[in-house]
């Protein structure tokens, strides 16, 4: 069984700055292509960003600008840098193995002041 599990949410002021991370139990973890998404309430589950394989960041494009995907393969991590936050940024955030069922339990981010 594969775990992920997220940390690094909280309650943060508008224009502010969060650094989520995603850390995995799963083996050969650079082959997995590896995502953050984000869910609202009354909202649907939304991609973020994704790293692939290769090491190739690729980001929603609604998502570009103001968020940084990255990863450490020795520490198993995928990292997201969020800058100049927003109250609308406000979700659960989570992580996920793309094309598998695997999926982290998500980190709360509320954005007020």
């Known amino acids: 069984q594969v775990q992920l599990v997220e940390s690094g949410g909280g309650l943060v002021q508008p224009g502010g700055s969060l650094r989520l991370s995603c850390t995995t139990s799963?083996?050969?973890?650079?082959?997995?292509?590896v995502g953050w998404y984000r869910q609202s309430p009354g909202n649907e589950r939304d991609m973020i960003a994704s790293?692939?394989?290769?090491?190739?960041?690729i980001y929603a494009d609604s998502m570009k600008g103001r968020f940084t995907i990255s990863r450490n393969i020795p520490k198993k991590t995928v990292s997201l840098q969020m800058n100049n936050l927003k109250p609308e940024d406000t979700a659960v955030y989570y992580c996920?193995?793309?094309?598998?069922?695997?999926w982290g339990q998500g980190t709360q981010v509320t954005v007020s002041s």
């Open positions: 996920h193995l793309l094309r598998t069922k695997y």
């Open positions: 799963a083996r050969d973890f650079s082959l997995y292509e």
């Open positions: 790293i692939t394989m290769g090491g190739e960041a």
